[in-house]
C-alpha cells in the first residue's frame, strides 16, 4: 500500500466501439489521499486542493471516511479501523466533479478487504459499487446506474483496479450483448504531494475537475450530432439515498 499523500498525472481514455466509434482523451491529475488523514496545505494553496465529504456517498456524514464506514456497514462490511487509500479529484476553487473514485479498503492487518468504487454522472447523481477483486485486482459487478445518456441501465462491468503505486494503470469495460462497447482506462505516475508539485499541476491544468465535466459534456454533443440514440433515463435509488 502506497503511502498518501501522492498526485498522478494522469491521462483518462474513452473508448466507444458501438453502435459508432468514439474515442475521448484528457490529461488532468489526481490525488491518493487518506481519507482519515487529508492533505494539509500552506495557507493559499487550499483553495487548489480540497476534500469535502459533501462530495462522496450521502453527502451528510461528518467526513469522507465516516461516509464510507456507513455505506461499508450497510453491505456488512467492517473495516475495524483498517486503512483507506482514496483516489479522486479534489475540489479546485470551489468545483469538482468525479466521475469516478476509488477507495481500497484494508483491515487492520494491511490486507485488502474490498474496494468501494463510486460513481457519478453529469447529471448530479452517484452510486457506490461494492467489489472484492481477485489477487490481480479484477472484479466484475452489474451496472446499476445511469451514466452515459447513449447507454441503458444494463450489462455488466469488468474491471482491473489495482491499488497504485509508482504507476496508476485502471481499466473498466462496460460488457453488453457478448461485446464490449465502451473502455474507459486511466494511466498516470506518482509524485510526491508536495505544494510546488500541485502548484505545476494546478497551472498547466487549470479548472482541471471542470475540464473533465466540460470534456464530457462536449464530446456527448458530438455523439448526439451524429444521431446516436438517447436512452431515457430511469429514476435511480442506491443505497446512499442520492438520487
Request: include cysteine; charged fraction near 20%.
Amino acid at each position: 500500500m502506497v503511502s498518501a499523500p501522492a498526485l498522478y498525472r494522469c491521462a483518462i481514455s474513452h473508448v466507444r466501439t458501438a453502435p459508432v466509434r468514439h474515442a475521448l482523451r484528457h490529461r488532468t491529475y489526481m490525488w491518493l489521499v487518506d481519507p482519515d488523514r487529508p492533505p494539509e496545505l500552506p495557507r493559499g494553496l487550499g483553495v487548489l486542493a480540497r476534500f469535502d465529504p459533501r462530495d462522496h456517498f450521502c453527502g451528510d456524514a461528518p467526513t469522507v471516511r465516516a461516509g464510507l464506514d456507513a455505506f461499508l456497514a450497510g453491505h456488512g462490511v467492517d473495516l475495524e479501523g483498517g486503512p483507506v487509500v482514496m483516489l479522486t479529484h479534489a475540489r479546485v476553487l470551489g468545483y469538482v466533479f468525479n466521475p469516478l473514485t476509488l477507495y481500497w479498503c484494508h483491515g487492520p492487518d494491511g490486507v485488502q478487504r474490498c474496494v468501494v468504487a463510486e460513481v457519478h454522472n453529469t447529471y448530479g447523481g452517484r452510486h457506490s459499487y461494492l467489489l472484492r477483486p481477485d489477487a490481480s485486482g479484477r472484479a466484475s459487478v452489474d451496472k446499476e446506474f445511469y451514466v452515459s445518456p447513449f447507454f441503458p441501465v444494463d450489462g455488466r462491468y469488468r474491471m482491473r483496479l489495482p491499488e497504485p503505486g509508482e504507476r496508476l494503470d485502471l481499466t473498466v469495460h462496460l460488457e453488453r450483448d457478448g461485446g464490449r462497447p465502451f473502455t474507459a482506462t486511466v494511466r498516470g505516475a506518482r509524485s510526491a504531494a508536495s505544494p510546488g508539485t500541485l502548484l505545476r499541476l494546478a497551472l498547466r491544468h487549470p479548472l482541471s475537475t471542470l475540464a473533465v465535466s466540460a470534456a464530457i459534456r462536449l464530446h456527448g454533443i458530438r455523439l448526439f450530432l451524429r444521431r446516436l440514440p438517447v436512452q431515457p433515463r430511469p429514476a435511480h435509488q442506491n443505497p446512499e439515498k442520492v438520487s
